[in-house]
């Protein structure tokens, strides 16, 4: 499955964006489906996974309640919904596709990656 993420770009603090992910070459409702981020420097870190049937979500403690996942399987298309923004959430973001969805938090066990988008808030 190929997947482009977009909808990233500069915003205030406090400030909101929500990017897409959008799929295709396979069935996008077979897999399983993760954010994750990667600031300068820094490792790539997990933000939040979202089930095949979008019954269950997971997100990272620094995200919990201000970013919400989802997932519209019949546009084959994944969001990540950013609220109340802040400098340190900073970083390319990726979304990711995996078929067995066993480690969610792992970046080294998603088999499909986007090539990424730019999220730049300012203070």
């Known amino acids: 499955v190929q997947l482009v993420e977009s909808g990233g770009g500069l915003v205030q603090a406090g400030g909101s964006l929500r990017l897409s992910c959008a799929a295709s070459?396979?069935?996008?409702?077979?897999?399983?489906m993760g954010w994750f981020r990667q600031a300068p420097g820094k490792e790539r870190e997990f933000v939040a996974f979202?089930?095949?049937?979008?019954?269950?979500?997971l997100y990272s403690d620094s995200v919990q309640g201000r970013f919400t996942i989802s997932r519209d399987n019949a546009k084959n298309t994944g969001y990540l919904q950013m609220n109340s923004l802040k400098p340190e959430d900073t970083a390319v973001y990726y979304c990711?596709?995996?078929?067995?969805?066993?480690?969610?938090?792992?970046?080294?066990?998603?088999?499909?990656w986007g090539q990424g988008t730019q999220v730049t808030v300012s203070s």
């Open positions: 070459g396979r069935r996008f409702s077979n897999y399983f």
């Open positions: 990711a596709a995996d078929l067995s969805g066993q480690y969610p938090i792992d970046a080294r066990k998603y088999d499909y």
């Open positions: 979202i089930s095949k049937s979008a019954s269950s979500t």
